[in-house]
């Protein structure tokens, strides 16, 4: 079986794959809660560095990706889902914004992949804290990739009500 290092590339987005991005957050999220083709377009040409996209060496094709915006602020509220014009490329904290993986790389170990990358990548630059928010159906996978409950959210994005995570960075 060939390792996630020998099937993926993992690096920063590139411009010309926006397009790509956001037809995959169409796939990986319902339309209330996706971010639209031209707020991923947007994201891209905002905050690059703060995407890790992971590659399929075979296709060359995004197979999944990890978006966020850097800021001081310290809870993750619906503008940041809204506005990449939010984003202090200085800021001490990330909120991410989506992990999206297409369906037929679930449940490889990519979305840990991913996410252990991006944490390990933001340690270096010296981030102080990571935070997302999920539903409550995943609110265990992030347990397990390092991330703390900090219970209901005040984000009320596309309607559900979702759970505050977050992983302090040492």
Known sequence: MTSIEERFEFRNIRPEEADQAAQIEQI????????????????????PEFFLVAVDKETGKIAGFLNGLATDEEALRDEFFKDAGLHDPQGK???LLGLDVLPDYRRQGLATAIVSRYLERERKQGRKTI???CLEGKVKMYEKMGFQN?????SSW?????????CVLN
Do not use: D, H
């Open 93 to 95: 904290n990330i909120m």
């Open 150 to 154: 900090q219970g209901i959210s005040g």
């Open 158 to 166: 596309g309607g559900e009500q979702w759970y505050e995570m977050s």
């Open 131 to 133: 935070i997302l928010t």
């Open 28 to 47: 990986c999220f319902p339309p209330n809660e996706a971010c639209s083709e031209k707020m991923m377009k947007e994201r891209v040409l905002t905050a």
